[in-house]
């Protein structure tokens, strides 16, 4: 199983940059695409579910070329989008089934696979209640068994966790490790913490650029010994600000606590803390300007 995505643009027209020169292959795991608000994460997932076209460059499942041959990858692809509608009037019995016909499944087939479904998602006690009751969470539980119906060997998942309180969330990242396996798991989100504990890799993208494809570890790695506490005057913090990456700052009685990203201490009373994956994923993004002049 591979997904290899070689050199991909997307060009909106305006014109509008959207990915440029996306290249990375993909083997079964989780996968988390990481990256800000308009970073190209929606495009490029609906290029890999075959939706959209690349402006250039093209994606490969097992080889096969994804715009010459479709039907190979669409057969084994489950797919969450991230603006995923649900018919309100409907209980989830009926959608799945619903959505089972429509996708051409063995009725036999798919009636035992939807009672699969339902347990699986957790979904069993409120299965014939119409899904326009539902909190945000008991939908995207929707959504998640509908994207299994066909026991896909891609699976996309675009923002699950928008909407989400926080128990929910957690509960959103436990499912989808359980459903890891012998699969290819996308998933998008803005959120570090989504992906830090659950994605064996993360593509961290910014600006329709791949910054970096690395288990999150990989990634911590690289701020070791480069992430400083310090309690700042404001004058203080407009300084460091012009000199080093900030990745948060909190504000307490009378000074600025920053959590600041820099090679050696950037003030006398800074003190070295642990590295995260937030660190990270801010010293990538803010430090990357974009290949603007
Ligand atoms: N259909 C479209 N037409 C024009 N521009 C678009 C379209 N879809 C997305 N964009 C633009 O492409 C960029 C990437 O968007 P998107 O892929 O939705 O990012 P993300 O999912 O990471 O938030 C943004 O600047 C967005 O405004
Ligand atoms: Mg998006």
Redesign the pocket.
Known sequence: MELRIAGVDKI???P?T?LRGVSMTLHPGVIGLL?P???????LMRIIATIAQPTAGAVYWNGVDTKRNPDKLRRVLGYLP?DFGVYPNLNPFEFLTFLAAAKGLDTKKSRRRIEELIDAVNLRGVATRPIGRFSGGMRQRVGIAQALLNDPELLIVDEPTVGLDPEERIRFRSMISELSGERVVIL?THIVSDVETTADEIALIARGCLLAYAPAKALVAEVAGKVWGVVLSDEDLAAIRRNYIIVSTTRRNGGVTARVVADGSPHPSAEQLAPTLEDAYMNRVLSYDGGSP
């Not at 608000?37 to 495009?43: D, E, Q, V």
């Open positions: 909106y027209r305006g509008v959207a990256g608000n308009g970073a190209g994460k929606s495009t991230q998008s």
